[in-house]
């Protein structure tokens, strides 16, 4: 049996997320009835971690085992085929037997964007604000956010995670034109809804309806109701995985953060 990495993206515009769902069509579920049809049996997919709904990813890493060696560059170009246009693989990896795309990642990096413009063409991946926010006051709230490892505040209520703490590693504001911004995070994993909550309360920040000692005092009392509200998911993307790179059994030189 050998086990691959599997490198994809969509546009989750029209998914019920990544994660099979019963009342509608997920990513990994399309994902599923390809390899199926491929290898001619069913398969489990394991994915680095669970988008929401209509949620996009630029790069996901997903794990399956297959019983035979398989030719990746012409697996990676059969899925294609089969896989509807919103889905796309850009690679597979084989990776050693207990190698797993969720457990083993050492970090994650999403990015959500607002516009301050209404542009039709962005309308599906950008979050429309209408008035323009502080965001160097948000970037110094984003700033507290190292200071802390518990976000039980930012956390969907009642996920069975055995612990809320996450390791943030990076968190600002950038500026990409004169109507358009991203909040860029890294941690070591994330929370149900974590991303869409912390920055729905920095947009507060930025409002003035919070100040920065407000912000530090939700993540201290650890209390959903007390954050802002969650932005929508059409303008967050999850865009990065990490993964040691001893699990990976050629070594071509290339980490898992690889520019598509």
């Known amino acids: 049996m050998q ?19 019963p009342n509608g069509v997920s990513v990994q579920e399309c994902l599923l009835k390809a390899l199926a049809t491929l290898l001619r049996r069913e398969v489990e997919v394991v994915g680095a971690g669970r988008t ?40 597979l990896r084989p990776v050693v037997p207990e190698a797993h795309a969720r457990f083993d990642a050492t970090s994650r990096m999403y990015k959500y ?7 039709p063409f962005d309308r599906q991946y950008r979050c429309r604000l209408f008035q323009v926010p502080d965001f160097e006051r948000m970037n110094e709230a984003a700033q507290t956010l190292f200071d802390y490892t518990d976000f039980t505040s930012f956390s969907k209520l009642h996920t069975d995670v055995k612990t809320n703490n996450c390791k943030i590693m ?10 358009t911004w991203v909040f860029t995070i890294r941690a070591d994993r994330f929370l149900r809804n974590m991303v869409r909550a ?11 309806k919070l100040t920065v000692e407000d912000f530090r005092r939700i993540i201290e009392q650890k209390d959903r109701c007390r954050a802002g ?24 030189g290339q980490s898992s953060t690889i520019n598509y």
């Not at 890493?61 to 889905?87: C, G, Q, W, Y």
């Not at 920055?199 to 003035?208: A, N, Q, S």
């Open 113 to 119: 964007y607002v516009t301050t413009s209404k542009i």
């Open 52 to 91: 929401d709904a209509g949620v996009h990813a630029s790069l996901m890493i997903a794990h399956f085992d297959s019983e035979v060696p398989l030719d990746t560059t012409f697996m990676a170009d059969k899925l294609n085929r089969l896989l509807p246009p919103d889905i796309s693989v850009y690679r």
């Open 229 to 252: 509200t969650s932005v929508p998911g059409n303008a967050l993307f999850l865009v990065d995985v990490t993964y040691p790179e001893e699990i990976f059994l050629m070594n071509n």
């Open 3 to 21: 086990r691959y990495f599997i490198y994809l993206a969509y546009d989750g515009t029209a998914y019920h997320g990544w994660q099979i769902q």
């Open 170 to 179: 990076h968190a600002a504001w950038t500026q990409i034109d004169e109507v």
């Open 198 to 208: 912390i920055v729905g309360t920095l947009l507060e920040v930025g409002r003035g």
